[in-house]
């Protein structure tokens, strides 16, 4: 199992999650989704849940974005 982060927050801050980039950077696709596989609370979508999906604009109201 992964190893939990915890990030303090102060409003405005720039939020930085990652702190080692290289080593996601270094990592390969498949590595990747495999390390996604091991984790519950990031598992990757299938192509049934992708071909759900409805594009939205957030900045109209709700009815003509396609949201509501």
Do not use: I, W
């Not at 192509?47 to 949201?67: C, D, M, Y």
């Amino acid at each position: 199992m992964g190893k939990t982060v915890s990030v303090d927050y102060v409003k405005g801050q720039k939020l930085d999650v990652y702190k080692d980039k290289k080593a996601l950077d270094e990592m390969t696709e498949e590595e990747l989704h495999e390390a996604a596989l091991e984790d519950p609370d990031a598992q990757p979508l299938s192509e049934e849940q992708l071909k759900r999906f409805k594009r939205v604009n957030p900045n109209l109201p709700k009815k003509e974005a396609g949201n509501g």
